[in-house]
T-cell receptor, first 114, second 113 residues
Framework: DGGITQSPKYLFRKEGQNVTLSCEQN?????MYWYRQDPGQGLRLIYY???????QKGDIAEGYSVSREKKESFPLTVTSAQKNPTAFYLC?????????????FGDGTRLSIL | GESVGLHLPTLSVQEGDNSIINCAYS??????FIWYKQESGKGPQFIID?????DKRQGQRVTVLLNKTVKHLSLQIAATQPGDSAVYFC????????????FGRGTSLIVHP
């Protein structure tokens, strides 16, 4: 079945540590997104990428970094500069060039501070 | 820009009742809207979408209504079941440019048996 796989499901970060969240899709979608979700909040956009080797900052990019070396993969690194990283992180993808389509989401990674 | 919000944070209904979840948007240039369902610990799942050239769209047990005059949309769930208990989000997309949906904060639907 096609879909988006996020790993790990739970992740713990120590002080001063960088951690990387994985997002892989086999939907052949061009665009991929990272969102942060805090309790009682909507989804806030961290980074997005519309094509391989290109990505743009979203609303809350500070303290995060991404890469898009392959169409299928869009990893997110939470750096030590992100002082409040505890949240639920969601990866999404969507096809482009076919008019508006709904995003497909993974099942998220919950990041906590040790 | 665009902001999208929901009127109520929590909606409690009895099993079998119809549920209505509301959403308001601020930018009249939004031309595509999506409703998602998110169960605890999972990612959002697509329920139904609607484009701005439509007022109403129906799916299986769900209907979305779009009122462009007052910039409001609603999700109606018929014969609500316990399995419908989840958080429901609306999202709006501005016409033209990059496909960047703006999400509302979500309404938690609680269905009592």
């Amino acid at each position: 079945d096609g879909g988006i796989t996020q790993s790990p499901k739970y992740l713990f970060r120590k002080e001063g540590q960088n951690v990387t969240l994985s997002c892989e899709q086999n939907l052949n979608h061009d665009a991929m997104y990272w969102y942060r979700q805090d309790p009682g909040q909507g989804l806030r956009l961290i980074y997005y990428s519309q094509i391989v080797n290109d990505f743009q900052k979203g609303d809350i990019a500070e303290g995060y970094s991404v890469s898009r070396e392959k169409k299928e993969s869009f990893p997110l690194t939470v750096t030590s500069a992100q002082k409040n990283p505890t949240a639920f992180y969601l990866c999404a993808s969507t096809p482009t060039g076919e008019g508006n389509q709904p995003q497909h989401f993974g099942d998220g990674t919950r990041l906590s501070i040790l | 820009g665009e902001s999208v919000g929901l009127h109520l944070p929590t909606l409690s209904v009895q099993e079998g009742d119809n549920s209505i979840i509301n959403c308001a948007y601020s930018n009249s240039a939004s031309d595509y809207f999506i409703w998602y369902k998110q169960e605890s610990g999972k990612g959002p799942q697509f329920i139904i979408d609607i484009r701005s050239n439509m007022d109403k769209r129906q799916g299986q047990r769900v209907t979305v209504l779009l009122n462009k005059t007052v910039k409001h949309l609603s999700l109606q769930i018929a014969a609500t079941q316990p399995g419908d208990s989840a958080v429901y989000f609306c999202a709006g997309v501005l016409s033209g440019g990059s496909y960047i949906p703006t999400f509302g904060r979500g309404t938690s639907l609680i269905v009592h048996p």
